[in-house]
């Protein structure tokens, strides 16, 4: 569904992404880790057009993202959850959903309604403003705010960050339910653990490159790996 071919990204004179190759397929979770700073989020934002790759290719569903504008990329069908929420202070959960959201053919995509059984305490606050809900609640609406625009690729960056272990474990419990809907998701995650919980297939990142990738399984007997590269 989505490929990344020898992508070099640079902000500015600064070379971040180093020849980054991947894929993900459809209906998997494909994870991507490693240490902060190695350039995890800019493998995101290069997919989605905030940053614009200098070499390499990276096709979704066959059309080449490189060097075509955000608005466009997102109309082919993929949804970037960002880092820290992102939401809107001075607009409610509904609001919030409501401006995101695209239809699709035949009526059976994401909508309040089924974005309120997802997560049922956001239909409880949908009145409420961005700035009035706990972390928790920022990252159900992040989540759900991506949904409504009915992507078939889900990107998600760390999306458990800053959230107390019981919400985390729900976020990853919902990622999970996304998957068996039929999304195939490129996660990027600093919770290792459950990350190898409910990935398909791994990517180890430093230092701008891809350095390592697997099944979970193999992953987690590779405790130098392991060490060297995720402090774990």
Not at 82 to 104: A, Y
Not at 172 to 200: C, H, M, P, W, Y
Request: net charge positive.
């Amino acid at each position: 569904m989505l490929e990344l071919t020898d992508v070099h990204t640079y902000y500015g004179e600064s070379h971040i992404l180093q020849g980054v190759s991947l894929k993900v397929e459809k209906g998997n979770i494909m994870a991507l880790v490693g240490r902060n700073g190695v350039g995890k989020t800019t493998t995101l934002h290069s997919v989605v057009g905030f940053c614009i790759p200098r070499e390499g290719q990276i096709f979704f569903e066959g059309k080449n993202l490189v060097g075509l504008p955000t608005h466009q990329i997102i109309r082919f069908g993929i949804s970037l959850v960002p880092q820290g929420r992102r939401l809107f202070p001075s607009l409610t959960v509904r609001e919030h959903l409501e401006i995101s959201s695209r239809r699709v053919q035949g009526g059976k995509g994401w909508d309040c309604g089924r974005i309120f059984q997802l997560f049922p305490a956001l239909e409880e606050r949908q009145n409420r403003m961005g700035n009035m809900l706990s972390g928790g609640e920022r990252q159900m609406v992040a989540i759900a705010r991506a949904l409504v625009a009915n992507p078939v690729l889900l990107l998600m960056d760390e999306p458990s960050e800053g959230l107390a272990p019981i919400v985390a474990q729900e976020v990853f419990r919902v990622t999970q339910e996304l998957k068996k809907s039929g999304l195939a998701i490129l996660v990027v995650e600093q919770n290792i653990r459950a990350t190898l919980e409910i990935a398909d297939y791994i990517y180890v990142m430093n230092k701008g490159m891809v350095v390592f990738q697997s099944r979970p399984d193999v992953l987690r007997e590779d405790r130098e790996m392991t060490s060297k590269y995720l402090g774990v």
